[in-house]
């Protein structure tokens, strides 16, 4: 996404309304599900060259949940909700009803519950895309990787490579009871999308 | 097929690091360093004279390719995220595909003195992080780490050990005065 400044100041409002959308959906279809009120707000949205992912966050050596899917259909891409640990479990505290406990280790099943809200953010983000572009897709079962943060945005990193050059980074900050927390979505268009979506905000 | 640069070479005295020109801005790479060894970026290659030590910090699905010539003290990490230039998109980076990167870094070993049938190889990393995928085209971590083998098969440098695959990160450590690596793979410390 090499436009000129303006035209990428365009891209990125209208990135961000897709963010926003996305968000907006995400928040609703969790709060239904745990029965408890979880916003979801984006905080911030950047584009971000390949090469870059794995540097462009500053604490890389911590380690992070991370959903990966893939997105399948006219159009192919990928989408990554990273949190915090501590986070990944305080989420998953509230869809499987359980208490927070300081020393539970995140398992199979927190894995699991995880997926099912990485799922969820990802379904309504690609819907929210689908629908300004005009390309239906739908989410690929999720994979989920507990993992150092530089390590695990290697893949997306390597996915981008071979596809396309540039991906959304979309800081989103989960309300959710009295804790606020932050997390990223990445959206990793393949080239295809990226020319639509530039087509789509670039000429607005 | 691919651009062999020995110009590339630029010694720093002050790091005692020769560090390896990325092919795109024409620009040196700055190394950067954790408790006095030099960091290899993703998609980069560093080369050395011992006792120097070289990291791959966090390698997920890439895949770390330690090159060395023990008798005459030379040694080169890779820190590679794609497998083939050939199939690859970016074209300016050579460094970044496994099996390009392999000939850059022999071909600058070799500059630097080191006697080409002495080299010998090590490799760690191309782990398969998100466990659910099942197409080997999405599986970088095990094509990278395929393709890095093929590639020093056809470059006629032995392969001493390996530790690849899993679904965990690594951090390696490679100390060129030995040619050992010391791997941190989920809490754990080993050594090949």
Redesign the interface.
Known sequence: MTESREQNEMIMDGLREIGTIGAAHASTALSELVHKDIMIEVSDCFVCS??EL??AFST??ETVV?V?L?AIGKSRGGIMLVVSQKMAIELTDLVLGREYDENHCFDEMDADAICEIGNICASAYLNAVSRFTNITMMPS?????V?????????P???V???S?SSVVIKTMFKYGKNVGFGFMLYIPDRESQLVLIEKFGSM | MIERRAEGLVTDEDKRVTLARRVDEDQVCQAHYVDGDAVVGVGEYHVVHAPEKLVCLGLGSCVGIAIFDLSTQIGGLIHAMLPKYEEGRDKTNASKYADSAIMLMVDELVEMGARKPLLKAKIAGGAQMFSFISSDTLNIGLRNSAVAKETLKKENIPLLAEDVGGTKGRTIFFNSSDGSIRIQKNGEVSQI
């Open positions: 390949t090469q794995p540097t890389t050596e991370a990966f893939e079962p999720p994979g989920v990787a993992d150092m943060l530089r390590a695990i945005l290697q893949f990193a390597a996915l490579e071979a596809d050059d």
